[in-house]
Every structure is written in C-alpha cells, then in structure tokens.
C-alpha cells in the first residue's frame, strides 16, 4: 500500500468516524431522563404565598435572573418586579435565556401543572423529559418551601413575554449529549423546616436557598464541584455592570486571616446583609439579599461562624481589593 493511498484511507476514517460522532451528538442532546413528580400542589394559603414572595424575591433570589431587568434599574427599594425572564447569558457552550416565570400560558409557567412545576426546580428535568440546565440549585429545598414559591408564582400577574429558546453551538450539543445528568437531592428533603436562628437553619439557607456556598467556594467550571473547602471564598466572578472587570469571592469562614467576617459580631453582620450594595459593580444579588430577616440573618452568621477555618480568598485588611471585590 502506498503511502498516498495509506493517507487518503486514514482521512476517509477520521471523517466517517467524525460523521458519526456529529450524528451521535445530534441525535443524543434530545436525551430526556424519568424523574418523580412530586406530590406536591400550590396553595392559596396567604400565609404561604407571603414566605413564597419572601423566598422568590429574598434570598433564593430567583428575580436576580428572571426578574425584568429594565423594571429593576427604576424600581423603588422594596418593590417586586415582574418575573417575565429574558435576561441573557454568552457562555462558551451558546446563547441561554432566563424563562418567563409568571402564569401567562402561552409564554410563562402558566401551561405546567404543579407537579411539573416541582420536578423542574427539585429534579432538573422539564415537563418534556429533558434536562433543564444546572443553574437552579433547589433540589433540597424544604417540601414546605417549595409549595410556597410554587404558590406564589402561581398568584403573579400573568405578563406575555415571549423568550427565546436557548441557542446553544456544537460544544452545547456535547455538553447536553454528554455531561448534564440530573442529579435531584442529595438526601430526602425535609417535609417542613420552620425558620429559626439556629446553627442547623443557617446550614439549609446558605446550602440549599440561597446558594451562597457555590459563589463563596472555588469550583471546576467543568463539574460545578467545590475544589476548595466550603466558604473559603477566591473563586473569580464578572462585574455585574462593568465587563472585563472581575471580583474575588470574600472567605467566610472564620480564618483569623482571610475570614472576611471573622472579627464582625452578629449585629454587624445582619447589618451588613440588610444594607444593600455598597460598590455598584458586585455581582451579589444585593436587592434580594438586603430583604433577609433578622432571625435568618442571625442564622447564617451563626452557621457561618461554626465553620472550620480555612484560608483562602482576599485579605479583608487589604483596603485596595476590600475596595474592588466588596
């Protein structure tokens, strides 16, 4: 055999087998997943819509990414903002959109029932089957939780707000072929977890409400796993207003040298969380936290503070980067 034909035999491989891998890809992204519906239903309780609008608009902060972004930059301090979703993100993998979460049927949730509803935020599969991407971290919510955004939700102005669908490129139809697999919870979520400004109420707020664990904790941006010990803070995040500007995420634990908490009392801290932003280009979604109780502050502190100590993160003492990441 010559080596021309040796060549030309070997390229006609790699294209038959790159071909194949191409159709493979095209055809696996379209993979759905069986999930539980959980028995779960909405309430009308005003109770329960009150905790939901708490959570929707507090800390789970799910207004951050579907909150209208032109209502937020006029809204007074306190005023809820229509969830009609469109806010967009550019990552390597394509184009992603947030949903409209208000009840309009033809464009928000208003077409899925409660069921759907909850599988969606605890199991990560969509009312078709197929894997809603990872960016919603409230498979261990609390069932008594769940129902109250769900009810909430439920309760809204529906708002037509038709949003595009995600425009994903070849590496996104990998990622969705290869990589996503819905996990649902990591252990069986409780059925009712009263708030209380305890140690153990404070691990569920910053671990399964408001996530602060995944932006406070360096992660392989291929898994989404924590590569360093929880709350040690350093991972790198984009300004939210001005681009190519980044932060490092504050340690919290209890590190007599890296703990950006480490010497505020408890008072300065619920303080602090319910101030709001104090430098414009944070990403923190500083207009939901700020509306945080003081017993769930309290909380968090006292989680936060029972922490074992880990370095890492940028040093509180050193007013320049106290000055661009805070």
């Known amino acids: 055999m010559t080596f021309r034909r040796f060549f030309r035999n070997a390229a006609i491989g790699i294209a038959v087998v790159g071909g194949l891998f191409v159709a493979f890809v095209l055809v696996r992204q379209h993979r759905t997943f069986a999930a539980p519906y959980p028995d779960l239903h909405a309430s009308t309780d005003p109770a329960v819509i009150g905790r939901g609008q708490y959570l929707v608009h507090g800390l789970a902060h799910c207004v951050d990414c579907h909150g209208d972004r032109e209502q937020s930059k006029t809204a007074a301090p306190g005023s809820l903002i229509d969830l009609t979703g469109g806010h967009t993100w550019k990552l390597p993998f394509g184009t992603v959109y947030s949903k409209n979460i208000t009840p309009d049927v033809e464009t928000g949730i208003g077409r899925y029932t409660d069921a759907e509803l909850a599988r969606i935020l605890r199991y990560a599969v969509h009312a078709d089957g197929r894997a809603v991407l990872p960016f919603m971290p409230y498979a261990n919510l609390a069932d008594d939780d769940l ?8 309760v809204q102005k529906p708002v037509s707000n038709a949003v595009p669908e995600n425009e994903l490129n070849f590496l996104g139809s990998i990622v969705l072929a290869l990589a996503i697999e819905p996990k649902g919870p990591t252990q069986a979520p409780a059925r009712t977890l009263p708030p209380t400004p305890t140690r153990e109420y404070g691990d569920y707020l910053a671990n399964s409400v408001g996530n602060c664990v995944k932006c406070h904790t360096r992660l392989d941006k291929k898994t989404g796993e924590l590569t360093a010990p929880p709350f040690s803070g350093g991972s790198v995040m984009e300004s939210a207003k001005t681009p190519g500007k980044n932060f490092i ?46 017993d769930d502050a309290r909380a968090l502190y006292r989680y936060l503070r029972s922490l074992p100590a880990a370095p890492g993160g940028p040093n509180p003492r050193d007013l320049r980067t106290i000055a661009s990441n805070r």
């Open 249 to 294: 995420t504050p340690n919290l634990t209890p590190d007599p040298t890296n703990g950006w908490i480490n010497e505020w009392s408890e008072d300065t801290f619920v303080a602090r969380l319910q101030a709001g932003p104090i430098h414009p280009d944070s990403p923190m979604p500083w207009r939901a936290i700020s509306r945080i109780s003081d």
């Open 147 to 154: 129902v109250a955004i769900m009810s909430f939700l439920r």
